[in-house]
C-alpha cells in the first residue's frame, strides 16, 4: 500500500536511516492526537481496534508512505516514536512547567526515556498489571494506550514539588475569629516543630469575648485552626500516640460557668491528622501513659447527666479513658484500665449508702445522683452486672425500673462509652 507524503518528498529524508521510520511513526503519531502535530497530508494514522496500530509507515525510495515490514515489532514502532518525540520534537507535549504530565509513570517531573522504559518493561496488553506505575491512564491493562499518553507528552516537565525541610515554615497570617470577625489578632508565640508551625494568637484589644486562637501551617498543607484556646499542652511536641510523630495537645474553653472543655491532638506527620477532638463538656482532659507502653491515655470524664437529675454540684462525672489506636485515634477503652475505677467505686458506694431523700438536690426528692454515680462507674469499668444490682439495692423508689431505662438510653448512646 503506497500513499504520497510530503514528507518523504522532503530534504529532510534520508533514505533508508533508521531515525527516518522514527520521524515517520512520529508524525502517524501527531496525527492521532492533536497535541502531538500534524501527520502527513491526506494520511490518518490511529489505533485500530483492541488497542492495535493501524501499522508503521516508513518512505519508499519514491518518496511514497508505504505500511512497514511485519517484523518490524508494534512496540519497537513506539519506541522509536518516541525517541523521534525526544529528539526531533521536543516541545510536542505539554510545555514543560505544566501543572500535570500525564506519562510521567515515576513522577521523577519529566516525561522521558525512565518512563518509557517502565511502561515497556511491564507491557501486557492482555494480562494482568506487573507495575502500577506503567498502567498511566488506570484503565487496568499496560498496552499501546499507556504509550500513546507518553508520546503526546514526552519531553514535558512538572516542577518537583519543594521538600519541607526543617524549620522551612509559611510566613505568619494573622487569623479571625468565626466568632468576632472584625477582631485583630497579633502573635503571641510560635513553635517550629518540624516543617510545621505551631502559632498562639491573642486579640489586640484584650476583648473577653474574642479567645486565643492556635493555627498550625505548613507548606502545600491546609491551615488548621482552632478558637477558644484555653492552652497548648506541655506534652505538645512529644509522640504521645507512639507512632514516631510530634503531636500537638491543643485545650480549649469557652469561659462558661462550667463548660465548655474540648482537646484535640494532632499528628504532625507527612501529613497533619486530627486524632482526638472530644465532644464540647464541663469535663477537661489530661493525658497519663497507665500502661507505661510510651503510649498515652486520655483521662477525661462523661457530664451526660450534667443537671438532669440535680444541680451541677450533685451532677455524677463519670470517669472516661480513651486510648490511642492506629488508624482510628483515640477511642473510649474505659474496660480496659477497670482498676482504675476501684477508688471511686468505693467512695460512691458508701455516698449512696449514706444518701437521704434530696440530699444530692435532686429535684424530685429521690436519691438518684446519690446512687447514680455508682452505677455509671460499674458500666464504665465493664461491669453492667454489678452496675444494676447496685442500682436494685441501694434505689428504694417505684420508679426503678423506669431511671435504669433512662440510664440505659443516655449510656449506650454516648460516644464515650465502650460498648460490651
Known sequence: ????????????????????????????????????????????????????????????????????????????????????????????????GNASSPGDANVDGVVDLFDLVIITTAYNPTGPVSDPRADVNGDGVVNLFDLVIVAASFGSSTPPTPTPTPGSVPPPLPPTDSTCPQETYALQHERVIGHYAIRLWQSVPGSFECLDIVTIDAWAQPRV??????????????????????????????????????????????????????????????????????????????????????????????????????????VPASPRFAHLYAGDIAAHTLQAQMATPGGMCEDDGTTKCAVLAVVLDYLYAGFPQYAWAELYGLYHYPDVAAFRAEIEQAVYSSLLFTPH
Open 1 to 96: 500500500m503506497k500513499k504520497p507524503c510530503d514528507f518523504c518528498q522532503s530534504p529532510e529524508y534520508d533514505h533508508g536511516a533508521v531515525a527516518n521510520e522514527a520521524l515517520i511513526i512520529a508524525r502517524s503519531l501527531r496525527s492521532v492526537s492533536p497535541s502531538v502535530g500534524r501527520g502527513c497530508q491526506g494520511s490518518r494514522y490511529q489505533l485500530g481496534e483492541a488497542g492495535r496500530w493501524t501499522g508503521c509507515f516508513v518512505c519508499d525510495t519514491e518518496g511514497g508512505l508505504v505500511r512497514a515490514k511485519r517484523w518490524i515489532p508494534t512496540v519497537l514502532c513506539i519506541v522509536l516514536t518516541l525517541l523521534a518525540n525526544a529528539w526531533l520534537w521536543p516541545a510536542a507535549g505539554a510545555a514543560p
Open 225 to 330: 485552626q482552632i478558637e477558644a484556646v484555653d492552652s497548648l499542652d506541655d506534652l505538645t511536641g512529644s509522640d504521645i500516640t507512639g507512632e514516631g510523630h510530634p503531636d500537638v495537645i491543643i485545650h480549649t474553653f469557652t469561659r462558661g460557668a462550667h463548660c465548655c472543655f474540648s482537646t484535640f491532638v494532632y499528628d504532625l506527620g507527612p501529613a497533619i491528622t486530627k486524632v482526638l477532638e472530644t465532644p464540647e463538656s464541663n469535663c477537661p482532659s489530661t493525658f497519663v501513659d497507665f500502661d507505661s507502653d510510651d503510649s498515652f491515655e486520655c483521662l477525661t470524664c462523661d457530664d451526660l447527666f450534667a443537671y438532669r437529675y440535680c444541680c451541677y454540684a450533685g451532677s455524677p462525672m463519670v470517669k472516661v479513658i480513651l486510648d490511642y489506636v492506629l488508624g482510628q485515634g483515640f
